[in-house]
């Protein structure tokens, strides 16, 4: 059992959910009979402070996750729009649509210079949504 004065082996703690995760690598669950968390209580009342949960760049990332996830959906079902058979019955103005909405969907994160809580997924054109099942596109009622 570890003593309560006994916090010197505690490096960096994060909040995680109702408990802790204590130096990266193990939870601590929100309960005073658990020996670990009286540890943590003891810590923080010595005036260290917890981390949050995520830090505004683990934040970031996995809002990049989501944007890049929604962005190759969208790019696999309309994958099949440029098929040398589908392409043949489409009008000129139509492919121009198709190739403006995908080089759109491809640019967005090249560089993750963006906030990606600011991204501004293309406006699906019609020549897209009346040949696919718009579902996929979530931002899209």
């Known amino acids: 059992m570890i003593e309560k004065d006994n916090i010197k082996w505690i490096q960096t703690v994060k909040i995680r959910g109702s408990g802790y995760l204590v130096n990266g690598c193990f939870s601590v669950p929100n ?26 760049e683990e934040l970031k990332n996995q809002e990049w996750e989501k944007v890049t996830e929604q962005k190759d959906l969208e790019l696999k079902a309309t994958n099949h729009l440029c098929y040398a058979d589908v392409w043949e019955d489409i009008t000129p103005g139509q492919r121009s649509q198709i190739k403006n909405f995908r ?32 579902s996929i596109f979530k931002r899209i009622g």
Not at 31 to 56: C, H, L, Q
């Open 31 to 56: 309960d005073p009979r658990n020996a670990d968390y009286r540890a943590v209580t003891a810590w923080i009342a010595k005036g260290n402070t917890p981390d949050p949960e995520f830090s505004e």
């Open 103 to 134: 080089l759109s969907l491809r640019s967005i994160d090249q560089d993750k210079k963006e906030d990606p809580f600011k991204v501004v997924f293309p406006e699906v054109p019609d020549t897209i949504k009346n040949r696919i099942d718009i």
